[in-house]
């Protein structure tokens, strides 16, 4: 069995006293309740160490908690992400669930008689109890304790539930994924559910093309709007930690709050990636969680059929495989598409791992396992570019490139500003700094090349089509001090003798252009 990679909450300020008595989930519940008792949650009991199973069945009862119950883990080890490893179960009425099998004599579910019942629910209390055993049969390496503190609440009568998350990158950004609440123990159960993206500036935006159910109306738009202003209110509670981006899961219509355990630290992006030019952006705009340094991170390719590696890896796959992204110790990027209803426990913990992660509709990049590619994200937009391995092959085509510069210094010979740019610019950018270019062919013949620059002032977008060129500076615009100045830039003559370098021929611009 390989060991798994755990996230980590290092550093992380939580209700520590409750925490330590009564696991994670219940422990930050119980001090929410104290410290702001208008936000409601579910009736609960938990047990206190030492306590039996009976002792608090009968403090249920006594505390006057209905059915249906759900029987929860509560662990410290949930802040580190084992949420979802340990069982939760939610039971029917006896009475309920009794009518639906009385007339069947071979059936032995607990729902058969009240002995059978009881019996049941006592051995969930203690299975939930003794959980972190079944862990570790598995893997021997788990550090958990022997038992951890079982929940037992009264399920709430929200008639949708949901979770969401802090965008840990984006200033007052929430991403939340919404379904129905399952009728009961026979009812069907629903995988259609519905995201939205919650802003400052824009409000409530459901994400359609990550969502396989359309729920919505005035109650799911109220009700998310409430259960979202909760967040920064527990967030700076004292014992919370307002560094931190939480993930917190409820239900409304009506509003209920049910955990909240941390996503990421919050961190401010320090540099801008680029929109990129030529790619439909609805189609290919990612959910992204996590940044980069500017200049990126450079990655292997894996994805669920490749053998685990020391190397640092992004995964590249389909969101249901997104759960093997955990098996590479150097997980630093999850790049998966195909996504519909996230968060769920593997895509948060991908999100928790991974250092950035981009969820897609469709892939804008061609990528295979074994590729290096360099992953650039500002936490709302992401780069995937595919980085060429130098070969002597590709040092000839260096060597090339000075030719080309060469030839470049004679179109421009006559015209010193274009010569000073690329004597004192392009020549730098294009050799020293070696960006990778992203380049869109078909059947074998280019139809899109596109660079990053980090130039002198900002980093600059240049592009080539077979119809035009273009960059995003002042130069090539002829704006500003370049008035009058319009057309070939140091950007531009950069991406000649980068694509000259990857062996294309779209090189020297004509004379008449000058
Ligand atoms: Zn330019």
Redesign the pocket.
């Given at each position: 069995m390989t060991e798994r990679r755990q996230p980590t909450a290092e550093g992380l300020r939580y209700p520590n006293r409750l925490v330590e008595r009564y696991g994670a989930k219940a422990g930050v519940l119980l001090y929410i309740a104290e410290r702001l008792p208008d936000i409601p949650q579910a009736k609960m009991v938990v047990n206190e160490p030492g306590e039996s199973t009976e002792a608090l069945l009968a403090r249920a009862n006594a505390a006057g908690i209905r059915w249906p119950r759900l029987f929860r883990s509560s662990a410290i080890a949930e802040l580190t992400g084992y949420e979802g490893r340990f069982p939760t179960e939610e039971i029917e009425p006896f009475e309920k669930g009794h009518e639906q099998v009385r007339w069947n004599d071979q059936n032995y579910s607990i729902y058969r008689n009240r002995e059978y019942f009881d019996n049941g629910v006592r051995k969930l209390v203690e299975r939930i109890k003794n959980s972190p055993g079944e862990l570790k049969a598995y893997d021997e390496g788990l550090d958990l304790p022997d038992e951890i503190n079982v929940i037992i609440a009264e399920k709430a009568k929200s008639k949708y539930v949901g979770t969401y998350i802090k965008h840990p990158n984006q200033e007052r950004v929430f991403l939340l994924t919404i379904t129905e609440q399952e009728e009961g123990l026979w009812g069907q159960y629903d995988p259609k559910r519905t995201s939205f993206k919650h802003s400052r500036d824009r409000g409530l935006e459901e994400l359609r093309d990550y969502s396989l159910k359309h729920l919505g109306g005035e109650a799911v738009n109220s009700g998310l709007a409430e259960v979202v202003s909760w967040h920064d209110r527990i967030a700076s509670l004292p014992d919370m930690d307002s560094h931190w981006a939480y993930q917190v899961e409820f239900g409304i219509d009506p509003p209920c709050l049910f955990q909240v355990r941390p996503f990421k630290p919050i961190k401010q992006p320090t540099f801008t990636v680029k929109p990129t030019k030529y790619v439909v952006e609805e189609l290919f705009t990612p959910i992204v969680i996590g940044t980069t340094s500017s200049r990126g991170v450079v990655l292997r390719v894996v994805d669920h059929d490749s053998d685990t590696t020391d190397e640092d890896v992004a995964y590249v796959d389909d969101m249901r495989g997104v759960s093997r992204a955990e098996n590479f110790p150097n997980l630093k990027a999850v790049l998966v598409e195909g996504v519909h209803g996230f968060l769920q426990h593997n895509d948060v913990r991908a999100m928790r791992i991974a250092e950035v992660t981009g969820m897609y509709k469709i892939y804008p990049f061609n990528v295979r396992r074994g590729d290096q590619v360099r992953v650039k994200s500002d936490g709302e937009r992401i780069k995937v570019t595919k980085v060429k391995r130098k070969t002597i092959e590709d040092k000839q085509k260096i060597l090339d490139s000075q030719d080309l510069i060469e030839r470049l210094k004679l179109v421009y010979a006559e015209n010193p500003v274009l010569l000073g740019k690329l004597e004192n610019y392009a020549k730098e950018y294009a050799i020293e700094q070696s960006p990778d270019v992203t380049i869109w062919e078909t059947d074998g013949e280019l139809r899109v090349a596109e660079v990053e620059?980090e130039?002198k002032h900002d980093n600059?977008i240049?592009t080539w089509t077979r119809e035009e060129w273009n960059?995003?500076?002042?130069?090539?615009h002829g704006r500003g001090k370049f008035e009058g100045m319009q057309g070939e830039?140091?950007?531009?003559m950069t991406l000649r003798i980068l694509a000259a370098k990857e062996g294309y021929e779209i090189l020297l611009p004509s004379e008449q252009e000058h």
């Open positions: 620059i130039g600059h240049t960059c995003d500076c002042d130069m090539f830039c140091s950007h531009t």
